[in-house]
Protein backbone atom coordinates (compact mmCIF):
# COMPACT_ATOMS: atom_id res chain seq x y z
CA UNK A 1 0.00 0.00 0.00
CA UNK A 2 1.71 3.31 -0.99
CA UNK A 3 1.38 6.11 1.43
CA UNK A 4 2.73 9.77 1.10
CA UNK A 5 4.51 11.50 4.17
CA UNK A 6 4.84 15.48 3.81
CA UNK A 7 7.71 17.38 5.92
CA UNK A 8 9.75 20.61 5.39
CA UNK A 9 6.85 22.72 6.52
CA UNK A 10 7.38 25.26 9.38
CA UNK A 11 7.40 29.20 10.52
CA UNK A 12 9.66 31.44 8.19
CA UNK A 13 10.24 35.15 7.73
CA UNK A 14 9.45 37.30 4.84
CA UNK A 15 12.18 36.42 2.40
CA UNK A 16 13.31 33.04 3.58
CA UNK A 17 13.46 29.29 1.80
CA UNK A 18 11.95 26.30 3.11
CA UNK A 19 11.91 23.21 0.79
CA UNK A 20 8.96 20.43 1.11
CA UNK A 21 9.66 17.29 0.56
CA UNK A 22 6.93 14.37 -0.18
CA UNK A 23 8.02 10.57 0.41
CA UNK A 24 6.46 7.25 -0.79
CA UNK A 25 6.85 4.17 0.84
CA UNK A 26 5.63 1.28 -0.85
CA UNK A 27 7.19 -0.60 -3.86
CA UNK A 28 6.95 2.69 -6.51
CA UNK A 29 7.75 1.78 -9.64
CA UNK A 30 7.30 5.21 -11.50
CA UNK A 31 6.37 8.78 -10.48
CA UNK A 32 4.36 9.64 -13.27
CA UNK A 33 3.03 13.69 -12.53
CA UNK A 34 3.61 15.37 -9.29
CA UNK A 35 1.45 18.16 -8.17
CA UNK A 36 1.79 20.59 -5.31
CA UNK A 37 -1.53 22.66 -3.64
CA UNK A 38 -2.07 25.07 -1.25
CA UNK A 39 -4.64 26.35 1.01
CA UNK A 40 -4.88 29.28 2.68
CA UNK A 41 -7.60 29.44 5.86
CA UNK A 42 -11.01 30.84 3.99
CA UNK A 43 -9.50 29.99 0.66
CA UNK A 44 -9.73 27.45 -1.96
CA UNK A 45 -7.34 24.75 -2.43
CA UNK A 46 -5.10 25.96 -5.37
CA UNK A 47 -2.35 24.17 -8.09
CA UNK A 48 1.18 25.95 -7.40
CA UNK A 49 3.38 23.75 -9.19
CA UNK A 50 3.47 20.30 -11.32
CA UNK A 51 5.32 18.35 -13.61
CA UNK A 52 5.04 15.61 -15.39
CA UNK A 53 8.23 12.79 -15.81
CA UNK A 54 10.10 13.82 -18.32
CA UNK A 55 8.39 17.32 -19.41
CA UNK A 56 9.17 20.83 -18.06
CA UNK A 57 7.53 22.14 -14.66
CA UNK A 58 4.71 24.43 -14.74
CA UNK A 59 3.68 27.59 -11.88
CA UNK A 60 1.48 29.45 -10.47
CA UNK A 61 2.04 32.45 -11.90
CA UNK A 62 1.99 34.16 -8.44
CA UNK A 63 4.96 31.55 -7.50
CA UNK A 64 6.80 31.46 -10.60
CA UNK A 65 11.05 32.47 -10.16
CA UNK A 66 10.52 31.35 -6.63
CA UNK A 67 9.58 28.11 -6.22
CA UNK A 68 11.10 25.01 -7.90
CA UNK A 69 9.49 21.83 -7.77
CA UNK A 70 11.91 18.51 -8.65
CA UNK A 71 11.62 14.74 -7.80
CA UNK A 72 14.54 12.56 -6.64
CA UNK A 73 13.43 8.46 -8.24
CA UNK A 74 16.06 6.68 -6.26
CA UNK A 75 14.72 8.47 -2.88
CA UNK A 76 10.99 8.24 -3.88
CA UNK A 77 10.67 11.57 -2.67
CA UNK A 78 9.47 15.21 -4.75
CA UNK A 79 10.15 18.52 -3.12
CA UNK A 80 9.02 22.26 -3.59
CA UNK A 81 11.91 24.39 -3.19
CA UNK A 82 10.12 28.02 -2.00
CA UNK A 83 12.46 30.64 -2.33
CA UNK A 84 11.91 34.23 -1.51
CA UNK A 85 8.81 33.65 0.66
CA UNK A 86 5.84 36.09 1.21
CA UNK A 87 3.04 36.08 3.81
CA UNK A 88 0.84 35.43 1.57
CA UNK A 89 2.40 32.32 0.59
CA UNK A 90 1.15 31.15 4.69
CA UNK A 91 -0.81 27.38 3.88
CA UNK A 92 -1.00 23.64 4.24
CA UNK A 93 1.10 22.43 1.26
CA UNK A 94 -0.19 19.50 -0.23
CA UNK A 95 1.93 16.79 -2.77
CA UNK A 96 -0.30 14.90 -5.60
CA UNK A 97 1.33 12.41 -6.64
CA UNK A 98 0.38 10.30 -9.58
CA UNK A 99 2.11 7.06 -9.14
CA UNK A 100 2.29 4.05 -10.51
CA UNK A 101 2.93 1.12 -7.86
CA UNK A 102 2.69 -2.60 -7.30
CA UNK A 103 -0.55 -3.15 -5.17
CA UNK A 104 -1.27 -6.80 -3.79
CA UNK A 105 -0.14 -9.45 -6.27
CA UNK A 106 -0.35 -6.97 -9.64
CA UNK A 107 0.53 -3.58 -10.40
CA UNK A 108 -1.70 -0.16 -10.56
CA UNK A 109 -1.37 3.43 -11.44
CA UNK A 110 -3.45 5.70 -9.09
CA UNK A 111 -2.99 9.22 -7.42
CA UNK A 112 -1.86 9.82 -3.62
CA UNK A 113 -2.23 12.37 -1.35
CA UNK A 114 0.12 13.81 1.20
CA UNK A 115 -1.21 15.09 4.78
CA UNK A 116 -0.14 18.73 4.37
CA UNK A 117 2.24 20.03 5.68
CA UNK A 118 1.97 23.92 7.64
CA UNK A 119 3.95 26.88 6.17
CA UNK A 120 4.01 30.35 8.19
CA UNK A 121 5.51 33.28 6.61
CA UNK A 122 5.64 36.20 8.87
CA UNK A 123 6.40 39.61 7.84
Known amino acids: QVQLVESGGGLVQAGGSLRLSCTAS????????VKWYRQAPGKQRELVAE???????NYAEHVKGRFIISQDNAKKTVYLQMNSLKPEDTAVYYCDLDLTAAQGMGISRNEHWGQGTQVTVSS
Open 51 to 57: MTTGSSP
Open 26 to 33: GILLHINK
